[in-house]
């Protein structure tokens, strides 16, 4: 009997071949979870086996700035920044001063359609996942009689590489040494690189 595995649920694919409404979500496994997405009204939704019982993702509206995301292989690392802007200071600041620890939690970036009452058609399919790092706040300035706004955002970085960890960009010995130091397994990776057939051993 052949299985198929289907990552993206064939109703959502049958959807997003016509016209459809397209929710984005964003969830960061700090505690309590934060979960926000792209909407008005505050929805339930959740993602297969991180919200098993379901949870409601809070309504961000147009304020929640989506950066470009991009998958990096090879060793490369990004970093983008999501942000909630046009917040009174004293609010903003309350919400500094209540943020939980953030820093090296999981960040999900998933997407789902939409029916016509803007309910969830399936759960969230996650796409995209990063490692927070820090919170930032900016004020923009004003002009005239208008009133001062905060923005508050999240550093996210992608990929394998922080700054709280070496670099891990190439298989070689000096690399494989600065994490262990006692560790062989790389010291002949030039000699490899260079088409020399290994003699291996035989037990």
């Not at 339930?44 to 950066?67: F, K, W």
């Not at 998933?110 to 927070?132: E, R, V």
Request: aromatic content about 8%.
């Amino acid at each position: 009997m052949a299985y198929t595995l289907e990552y993206v649920p064939q109703a959502i694919l049958d959807a997003m071949a016509t016209s459809h409404m397209l929710g984005i979500f964003f969830r960061m496994d700090s505690d309590p979870a934060l979960h926000i997405w792209m909407g008005v009204n505050d929805i339930p939704a959740g993602i297969d086996s991180l919200d098993e019982d379901g949870t409601v993702y809070l309504g961000g509206g147009r304020l929640l700035n989506v950066p470009t995301l991009e998958v990096l292989v090879n060793g490369q690392s990004g970093s983008v920044e999501f942000g909630i802007s046009g917040i009174d200071p004293s609010t903003a600041q309350k919400v500094l001063d209540n943020l939980p620890d953030v820093r090296g939690k999981d960040i999900k970036i998933g997407f789902t359609t939409l029916d016509k009452y803007y309910q969830p058609m399936g759960p969230i399919i996650p796409l995209w996942t990063g490692t927070a790092s820090h919170p930032t706040e900016s004020s923009p300035a004003v002009a005239g009689g208008e009133s001062p706004t905060t923005t508050i955002s999240l550093a996210v970085v992608s990929g394998t590489n922080t700054r709280s960890r070496a670099s891990q960009v190439l298989w070689s010995a000096p690399h494989q040494k600065a994490l262990y130091p006692t560790d062989r397994f790389c010291d002949g990776t030039a000699r490899l690189a260079r088409g020399v057939a290994p003699a291996w051993p035989n037990y």
